[in-house]
Structure formats: C-alpha cells, structure tokens
C-alpha cells in the first residue's frame, strides 16, 4: 500500500482505521487484522468540495477524521474550510459545517458556520464535536444532533499564550486536539509549543505542559518539558496523553 502525507486516523470500534491521506485528497479504509488498505472516500489526488459516495466525494487537503461511536466519521476538510460526514455504512460524504465558498469565523448552522483552516477534530461521545480552526486561533464546538456551531474558546484573530476561560484564552495556531473521559479536552497548540487543557463543563483553558514560546525537546514537569511545534495528540484511556 502507499499513502502521500497521511495525517490523522481514527478506528470505528470494529477493527477498521479510517486514515486522511491529505496530499492524496482521499480517506483510506485499514483492516487491523490483515493489513488490507483500500480506499473509503475520495479519488487519488482529485481535489475538491463535491458530496458523493465513495470515489465519487471529493476533499481538498483532510487532515483529522474522528469516529462519533454511532457509525460516522468526520473529517476536518482543511483547505475546503469545512467538516465532512461519512456514513461508515453506505461511503455518503456530505458537508456537515461550513461552506467551501465561505472563509470565515461566523458561529452558526450547519452552512451558516464559516471557519479558517480546519485542521483537528474530535468527538466527546457525548454528542459533540470539537473543532481547531486554526487560522483563527480558536476552538469550536458543534452539537452533531443541530450541527450548531459555537466558538468554544480563544477569540478569533487573537493569537497568544494567556490561560483563561472562553473568549479570554488565547491559542497560537492550535492543530489537534482530544478528549478524555473525564471531562477534558488536550490541544496541541502547536505555535506556542504547548499542550493545554480545557475543562468542557467550564470552558476553563490551561498549559498542562511545555513553556509558551519556547521550543526545545527537554524531558520535565509541566512548564519545565519543552516541545517544538507539537501537532498531534491522542490519549491511552488510563490518564496518559
């Protein structure tokens, strides 16, 4: 099998991976147990918005995908500025937030929501998803149920380091992001060069780890490890990121 800059995965509890193959503008399909790789969405290096199934579905540089535990997947579309579903069942892509023709930072409904460059996505298994618009510096959450989009934390055009809660936290170009089962959200802010927490009853942003502009590879706790421009993030389920 070959890929061409394949970025972010996520399994369907089925022992299948879905893969974004974003320079190759598709989402591939892993059987674990044999290895098998076909491909699940889109057309080898065919770039565009198009909903379809299968090869017929079109995608513009997919960077994440998350799995919602109830048989879809969904892509962060990054340079189409939007978030695609797939229905694992049947291949259906369909654009479920945003417009490709639509840049923006506009909280909304489904089309009405507009985002900058879509790059991690992330799914609390509780009915909602959670976005990194990155070029906007924000973290943006939508309730999959009324595919309400809603500016989570960060203020959009607003880079920085500040630890704070909503709209008074400040990201620098965060890429990926995860949830945990405890109530919390990581981000890998990757600019900064840290990982922050965000409570989700709260909306409360910290730096759990890693030092605000300083980039480096030094083993510590908390402010004294360094990273350099760290862009994923994924948790074990037993308290380890």
């Given at each position: ?5 394949p970025?972010?995965?996520?399994s369907?509890?089925?022992?299948n ?5 974003s320079?190759?503008?598709?989402i ?8 098998a ?7 080898i290096?065919?770039?565009g918005?198009?909903?379809g ?7 513009f ?8 535990g109830?048989g ?7 340079v189409?500025a939007t978030?695609r579903?797939i229905v694992?069942?049947?291949g ?6 945003g417009s490709?023709?639509?840049s923006g ?5 489904g089309a009405?929501?507009?985002?900058g460059?879509?790059?991690?996505i992330a799914?609390?298994g509780a009915?909602?998803l959670?976005?990194t618009?990155?070029s ?20 959009a ?5 500040t630890d ?14 995860v949830?945990?089962s405890?109530g919390?959200?990581?981000v ?19 730096t759990?780890a890693g030092?605000p ?6 083993d510590?706790?908390?402010a004294d ?6 862009y ?8 380890n990121l």
């Amino acid at each position: 099998a070959r890929f061409y800059y394949p970025d972010g995965l996520a399994s369907d509890g089925a022992g299948n991976l879905y893969v974004a193959d974003s320079a190759n503008n598709e989402i591939r399909k892993v059987v674990i147990a044999t290895g098998a790789v076909t491909t699940f969405a889109g057309a080898i290096q065919h770039q565009g918005s198009g909903d379809g199934i299968g090869a017929d579905a079109r995608f513009f540089s997919p960077l994440k995908v998350a799995s919602d535990g109830a048989g879809n997947l969904f892509v962060a579309d990054m340079v189409n500025a939007t978030v695609r579903k797939i229905v694992i069942a049947t291949g259906a892509v369909t654009t479920f937030l945003g417009s490709s023709t639509n840049s923006g930072s506009d909280d909304g409904i489904g089309a009405a929501a507009s985002f900058g460059y879509v790059m991690g996505i992330a799914s609390d298994g509780a009915g909602n998803l959670f976005i990194t618009d990155s070029s906007h510096c924000t973290i943006r959450k939508a309730v999959i149920a009324t595919r309400t989009v809603t500016t989570f934390a960060g203020l959009a055009g607003s880079t920085g380091t500040t630890d704070g809660t909503g709209a008074d936290a400040r990201f620098h170009y965060p890429s990926d992001l995860v949830t945990d089962s405890a109530g919390n959200l990581f981000v890998a802010d990757t600019t900064n060069h840290t990982i922050r927490k965000i409570v989700l009853a709260t909306g409360a942003v910290t730096t759990l780890a890693g030092s605000p502009g300083n980039a480096g590879a030094a083993d510590g706790t908390g402010a004294d490890a360094l990273f350099d421009s760290p862009y994923g993030v994924a948790g074990d389920g037993a308290g380890n990121l």
